[in-house]
Nanobody, 121 residues
């Protein structure tokens, strides 16, 4: 069974930093994963892409977080991270990680339960 568990959210002042983690189980990054991503959903808004990292390691970021956020992964721990620096109040949201698996898994996607990030001004 594939499971994703996010952690690392919390309350931080504007300008501060947080590091989110998404620990997975039931899969092996190097074999099973096509892409990993972080998304966020603020109250009243749709869920939006924050950052992705592909199987090859290429990354993609939303314009709003470029230069401030960094996505990375540890294949030995099957964990994906989101380092968030220079946080702004508009970064306040619930952050979710998502994994897209290979064709062997029929390309299934799985989501974590989310971790809340609140940035105070």
């Amino acid at each position: 069974q594939v499971q994703l568990v996010e952690s690392g959210g919390g309350l931080v002042q504007a300008g501060g930093s947080l590091r989110l983690s998404c620990a997975t189980s039931g899969i092996t990054f190097a074999v099973d994963v096509m892409a990993l991503g972080w998304y966020r959903q603020a109250p009243g808004n749709q869920r939006e892409l924050v950052a992705t990292i592909s199987r090859s390691g290429s990354t993609n970021y939303a314009d709003s977080v470029k230069g401030r956020f960094t996505i990375s992964r540890d294949n030995t721990k099957n964990t994906v991270y989101l380092q968030m620096n220079s946080l702004k109040p508009e970064d306040t949201a619930v952050y979710y990680c998502k994994v897209r698996l290979t064709d062997v898994w029929n390309g299934h996607e799985y989501w974590g339960q989310g971790t809340r990030v609140t940035v105070s001004s």
